[in-house]
């Protein structure tokens, strides 16, 4: 089974920084892609930034400039540098990562979650 695992969610003042970071663990035989979504109360969730195996990188337009996503291959980690943050980056911040994992049955393509890390950007 795998597992992703978020950290790094604060309450911060508007302009601050903080970093997030997700780590993946299990069965892993290789990660396609890693990314950050958020969902904001009464929203829903939305692609924040993704992080393809090649190192390709995407973000949503309201994050681009700001936030920057980075992964450590090797570790399968994967962490999201946010700075100037405004209050409408308040979230729950979750990691996903496409994945091909290995079991008894073989190998197969999974898409798992983390469990999320609040995210207040408040003065």
């Known amino acids: 089974q795998v597992q992703l695992v978020e950290s790094g969610g604060d309450l911060v003042q508007p302009g601050g920084s903080l970093r997030l970071s997700c780590a993946a663990s299990?069965?892993?035989?290789?990660?396609?892609?890693m990314s950050w979504y958020r969902q904001a109360p009464g929203k829903q969730r939305e692609l924040v930034a993704i992080?393809?195996?090649?190192?390709?990188?995407n973000y949503a337009d309201s994050v681009k400039g700001r936030f920057t996503i980075s992964r450590d291959k090797f570790k399968n980690t994967v962490d999201l540098q946010m700075n100037s943050l405004k209050p409408e980056d308040t979230a729950v911040y979750y990691c996903?990562?496409?994945?091909?994992?290995?079991?008894?049955?073989?190998?197969?393509?999974?898409?798992?979650w983390g469990q999320g890390t609040q995210v207040t950007v408040s003065s």
């Open positions: 996903n990562a496409d994945l091909i994992t290995r079991s008894m049955y073989g190998t197969s393509q999974q898409r798992p």
């Open positions: 299990g069965s892993i035989v290789s990660i396609n892609a």
């Open positions: 992080i393809t195996s090649g190192g390709i990188t």
